[in-house]
């Protein structure tokens, strides 16, 4: 009775923070732009900084008129935010907070987690096949053929750690990097595909052809309005934090603490690396210009898979030539 | 080989790009949070002409009409009579800030330094009628800080 209480509660610990950190990262991400930028970002919701700002955000997209267009696809348009809510949601099973804080830890952690992050593509394309309008259907076909061609270099960049782990269970490679060292430095190829390749996984800058506001309007959700709208925003926020914590997780130690200063619980640390990827995912985003899509196909496949399996190569030999 | 040097040269540029906006995140924004904070005014800044008064706080207007004459646009409405010490002083300035060019040729053409340049600028009212500013207040406004600090061109 007790374990079933502790999960449940554990499940919700984890759905709150998630939608509490997409909204804070909603402003963070206007923060970060304004002062890279030389701008002051929001400012008047909430005194200081505007914190209230995502809030006032929220309760105004909840209490919008629901518009479904005439000539929509009434299923799919319907469908789209919530496939899009779910694997932003359902990563986070995994993903230890703690030493003893993971909702469910799966022996298969990893590969679980390719398996959700293409779901994600689902809901793009649900939402752009179901609305009827050209820029979204361009826009969900391009984010076909970018999700696809990023999944290869993510997975294979996940093998070198998982070879130097001996394990697909998260909690093992965090204990596993505990031991030795954190896996950025045995893998900084890895990482490095790694972080491209998952920024490219969650549609943003310089990656964000499905988007592309100067082109394709606002790509697969042209129609939307409203809590459909904010679901599919807060699910893209929601999976940057979950690549966040992700790469956290595999490449720095997780909730291990460095030098060690064990006096900061466990869970800080945890969110002290995500909150590191994210910053780096955010000044990626407001430094570079939006790739071409052929040169989104030639980055991947010609660059970032080669590197991975050089890697993996790499990594192989090492593993030989050390144990 | 080129291969190699070309994906090395990439690297190398997206890292002068980053370095660029890591430097510009940790310098100083340049917003101005404008109700509350407020634009140090050039000196030469013209807003509108405002009426001077003398060490007793009356006008120094005499209702000559040179303003009126010298008023490209037509703003200016002036009423004299005499006062009691004899002489002639207005009793009556309207300025017409709707149409105001803001052009200083009226306190140029002033002889008796009753005219000034203010550096008012939030002038958005709801009425139009809001916009006839009257004697009293243009003494008033000619009593504030920030008026007359230089007169542009000279004196005719």
Redesign the interface.
Known sequence: MQAVLWSVLKLLIVLTFILLNAMLLIWLERKVSAWIQLRLGPMRVGRPQGWAQSIADVLKLLFKEDIVPSRVDKVLFVLGPIIAFMPALMVWAVIPFGPNFVSADLNIGVLYIAAIGSIGLMSIFTGGWGSNNKWSLISAMRSAAQLFSYEVPLVLALIGVVMLAGSLSLTDIIRAQQETAWYILYQPLGFLVFLIAGIAEVNRTPFDLSEAESELVAGWHVEYSGLRWAMYFLAEYGNLLALSALAATLFLGGWTAPFGLDFIPPFVWFLLKTYLFVFVAMWIRWTFPRVRIDQLMDLSWKFLIPVALLNIALTGIGITIFS | MSYVRN?ANVVAT?LV??R???R????????L?YPEQRWELPRGYRGHPVLLSDEEGKTKCTACGLCVRACPTDVITVKGAKGEDGKRVATEWVLDMSRCIQCNLCVEACKFDALAMSDRYELACYRREDLLYDMDTLLELGRGDGVAAITVGDKL
């Open positions: 994906v997206l790009g980053l660029v906006t890591l510009e995140w940790f310098s100083r924004s340049i917003t949070q």
